[in-house]
T-cell receptor, first 116, second 112 residues
Framework: GAGVSQSPSNKVTEKGKDVELRCDPI?????LYWYRQSLGQGLEFLIY????????KSGLPSDRFSAERTGGSVSTLTIQRTQQEDSAVYLC??????????????FGQGTRLTVV | QKEVEQDPGPLSVPEGAIVSLNCTYS??????FMWYRQYSRKGPELLMY????GNKEDGRFTAQVDKSSKYISLFIRDSQPSDSATYLC????????????FGQGTRLTINP
């Protein structure tokens, strides 16, 4: 497809279980971002992958959260030992690097995670 | 205190009205200012961006930035029911895509 693809679109998990969320960026986009959107908190930056550089993990809320990006394309966000406060919509975005309009971040539709 | 403050609303106006959405930010290092629109159950999409203080117009939409007061606005003229969505302001000290800091979003409803 032409846009950022995220899967699954919805995920319900039991407290304490691990979950993996997947993001397929737009082809040719070397930058990839994860954000979390929750009620009362708005959209929060989690992690940023830029080409082959070390990722910027400064937004990850705890060591239960981790992310990988394999082959410079698909990314997986993993949440271990999920807690109820992890319930949110997890959004992935991708962009080209550079200046001008091409650096616009395009968002996927998100994965709605519910921890019960 | 949040780095970006935005009134979450909700805001409800009649069709054809002029809508004003506002955000304030605290860090003068922010250099890029954006407005995203998010429909229900969808990801945000970039509506407008600006770099400098002043106004930027695109059709019925005008983005305004006042760096001296750290205040950004989005005006929607001749509002339409299709404009009903959540509007998020976003700022960043980097390029327009990197590490965006978002406001909470304002939920807007345009009533026919």
């Amino acid at each position: 497809g032409a846009g950022v693809s995220q899967s699954p679109s919805n995920k319900v998990t039991e407290k304490g279980k691990d979950v993996e969320l997947r993001c397929d960026p737009i082809s040719g986009h070397t930058a990839l971002y994860w954000y979390r959107q929750s009620l009362g908190q708005g959209l929060e930056f989690l992690i940023y992958f830029q080409g082959n550089s070390a990722p910027d993990k400064s937004g990850l809320p705890s060591d239960r959260f981790s992310a990988e990006r394999t082959g410079g394309s698909v990314s997986t966000l993993t949440i271990q030992r999920t807690q109820q406060e992890d319930s949110a919509v997890y959004l992935c975005a991708s962009s080209r690097l550079g200046t001008g309009r091409n650096t616009e971040a395009f968002f996927g539709q998100g994965t709605r995670l519910t921890v019960v | 205190q949040k780095e970006v403050e935005q009134d979450p609303g909700p805001l409800s106006v009649p069709e054809g009205a002029i809508v004003s959405l506002n955000c304030t930010y605290s860090n003068s290092a922010f250099q890029y200012f954006m407005w995203y629109r998010q429909y229900s159950r969808k990801g945000p999409e970039l509506l407008m961006y600006t770099y400098s203080s002043g106004n930027k117009e695109d059709g019925r939409f005008t983005a305004q930035v006042d760096k001296s007061s750290k205040y950004i606005s989005l005006f929607i003229r001749d509002s339409q029911p299709s404009d009903s969505a959540t509007y998020l302001c976003a700022v960043t000290p980097f390029s327009r895509a990197q590490k965006l800091v978002f406001g909470q979003g304002t939920r807007l409803t345009i009533n026919p």
